[in-house]
C-alpha cells in the first residue's frame, strides 16, 4: 500500500511539474484580477490556507488579496461567515450547500468582490459512507455569479497532495469562471 501511494504521488508530481514551477495558473488569475481590480477573499477548510498561499505566490498580490480565512471548524463558518447552522445539519460541512453559503457570507460580510469557499475531506480519516476521502465542495461567488463544484481526487494519494490536487481544480475553475465574467 504504501509503495502504490508514493508512485501516485510522484506520477502526479512528474505530470505536473511544469504548472507547479510556473505558476501558470496563478500568474493568469492574477492577471485578471489586477485587470479589473477585483479584490479576491478566500473562505477555507480542507484546504487550510493553502489555496490563499497559491495564490499569493505572485508578485503584486497585494493588489487583488483582499481577506482570507481558514475556517476549519464549524462553529467559525458558523461565526465569521454566516453559515446556518440548519445547512450544516441537513447537508453535512461537506457540501455544495456549505461551501455556497461560506462564500455567499464572504461577498456579505466584507468588502470583496469575488468569494472562493472550500470544504472537503483530505483524509485519511473523515470519511462517510457517502463522503469518501478526497471529496471536495468549493463555491465561487461574485456579485452577478454563484456556482458550485464537487470534485474527487484519488483517495490513495497523501493528505498534503491531496490539499494541493484539491487547489489545482479550485485554480482550474476558477480561472475558467474568470474568463467567463471578465
Sequence with gaps: MCIRIFFVNLIFIIKNIIPILFLTKEKQ????????????STAESCTGGLLS???????????????????????????????KQETIDKYGVVSEQ???????????KYDCDLAVSTTGIAGPLGATENKPVGLICFAIVDNKSKK???????????????????????????????????
Excluded: H, P, W
Excluded at 29 to 40: F, G, P, S, V
Excluded at 59 to 80: C, D, H, P, R
Design 29 to 40: 488569475i492574477a492577471k485578471i484580477l489586477i485587470k479589473n481590480a477585483i479584490k479576491l
Design 53 to 83: 498561499s497559491r495564490l499569493t505566490d505572485i508578485s503584486g498580490s497585494s493588489a487583488y488579496t483582499f481577506q482570507n480565512f481558514v475556517t476549519y471548524a464549524n462553529e467559525a463558518k458558523v461565526k465569521l461567515l454566516g453559515v
Design 98 to 108: 456549505v461551501a455556497l453559503e461560506m462564500a455567499q457570507g464572504l461577498l456579505n
Design 148 to 182: 458550485t463544484y464537487k470534485f474527487y481526487a484519488d483517495s490513495n494519494i497523501s493528505r498534503r497532495l491531496m490539499k494541493y490536487v484539491f487547489t489545482c481544480e479550485i485554480l482550474k475553475q476558477l480561472l475558467i469562471f474568470l474568463k467567463e465574467s471578465y
